[in-house]
């Protein structure tokens, strides 16, 4: 069995770029029913007892469609949590100058992952993600997943209508700003980068006690 992870913040803590509503929606009843229902389909098909990325990577292989949607949705969600903070802080160190590297500076990073967001057609998740030392930001459909990716996910940002409707309508590109602007978790994502390097192991959805 795998367990919904409580939020690390209050419902309100994100408003007012996520409001209260939207994350009592998004947690307690999207993430809800995907972990429901991984518990069950990984049950019928001899899974249960398996660690989320186990279940993840078992129902990719064994083209258990349903199940890798519930699975990979329920981990995409719980990472999604804790790339956000109420707390922000500019990235630093190794970081810093990695994304310095790559896309110029802070804002040409958001600009590039702005607009990975807004452009991706549908349903997904934008990601930025570390091959080793290299970042990139890339966007998966639907509930594509870096869950068991040789890229490491540093932060991610969920594009489906459900995360931002109730507060943007359409504008997905707002959200992306302001998201990016005032909640993204760069502690998190400084942790995740040195978990690419092989200095620890990177972030796991956390297992039933
Ligand atoms: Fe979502």
Redesign the pocket.
Known sequence: MITLPELPYAYEALSPVISAETMRT?HDK?HAKYVENTNKLAAESGLDGRTLEDIVAEAETQKLGKLFNNAAQAWN?AFFWDCMTPERRDPQGELLSAIAGAFGDLAGLKKKFVDEGANHFASGWVWLAADGADLVVLSTHDAGTLAHDKRTPLLVC?V?E??YYLDYKQDRLSFLERWFDTLADWEFAEAQYEAARGRHAPWTFAEAA
């Open positions: 998004h999207h969600h969920d489906w459900h995360a």
